[in-house]
């Protein structure tokens, strides 16, 4: 079974801490991508990755970084974390195959900031 | 601005009824409409997806309507049962970079009552 694994289901941060959220996909996917779930809100990206080392913004990249140094691996990082960055973080990767995107995303982050 | 307007925000239906969500976008460039399913704790899931060329899509029980003139898709639940009871978001796909990213709606909180 295809699976993208975030290393941490709970974080518990100080204001101004430097973040790093992880994820790993084992399916070779191109494209990986990190979004932000709060209420009332859905899903809204954060950066996506289509290669190794390459990266674009998404809608809201303001106070974050990515790092993807190997396929299966994209990192998010919050420079100095802060308590509007409290969220849910999902990560996902893509394949295009036979006219259809297929997202696998993961189980979640919930980051809290304090 | 948000991109995939989705509506409405929650929904209680009667086991056996028919739950329906709508959605509605702008960006003509969208090719690609999934709906995706999510329970407490786990990261959204695909559950069908149409392409514009076609008007309606079926899967066991759930259907998807899209009205491409009028710009807008929904979710038809037939035979709702309360295991169906979760977040359902509409999303839309569109070319950015070198990948597709999707577009997501901000949710539907649907709860089947037995």
């Known amino acids: 079974d295809v699976k993208v694994t975030q290393s941490s289901r709970y974080l518990v941060k100080r204001t101004g801490e430097k973040v790093f959220l992880e994820c790993v996909q084992d399916?070779?996917?191109?494209?990986m991508f990190w979004y932000r779930q709060d209420p009332g809100l859905g899903l809204r990206l954060i950066y996506f990755?289509?290669?190794?080392?390459?990266?674009e913004k998404g809608d809201i990249p303001e106070g974050y970084s990515v790092s993807r140094e190997k396929k299966e691996r994209f990192s998010l990082i919050l420079e100095s974390a802060s308590t509007n960055q409290t969220s849910m973080y999902l990560c996902?990767?893509?394949?295009?195959?036979?006219?259809?995107?297929?997202?696998?995303f993961g189980s979640g982050t919930r980051l809290t900031v304090v | 601005q948000q991109q995939v307007k989705q509506s409405p925000q929650s929904l209680i239906v009667q086991k056996g009824g028919i739950s329906i969500i709508n959605c509605a976008y702008e960006?003509?460039?969208?090719?690609?409409f999934p709906w995706y399913q999510q329970f407490p704790g786990k990261g959204p899931a695909l559950l069908i997806a149409i392409r514009p060329d076609v008007s309606e899509k079926k899967e066991g029980r759930f259907t998807i309507s899209f009205n491409k003139s009028a710009k807008q898709f929904s979710l038809h639940i037939m035979d709702s049962q309360p295991g169906d009871s979760a977040t359902y978001f509409c999303?839309?796909?569109?070319?950015?970079?070198?990948?597709?990213?999707?577009?997501f709606g901000t949710g539907t909180l649907l709860a089947v009552q037995p």
């Open positions: 990755s289509y290669d190794v080392k390459m990266k």
């Open positions: 399916m070779d996917h191109e494209n």
């Open positions: 999303a839309a796909s569109e070319k950015r970079g070198a990948t597709n990213k999707l577009i």
């Open positions: 996902a990767s893509s394949f295009f195959r036979q006219g259809h995107y297929g997202y696998t």
């Open positions: 960006n003509t460039a969208f090719d690609y």
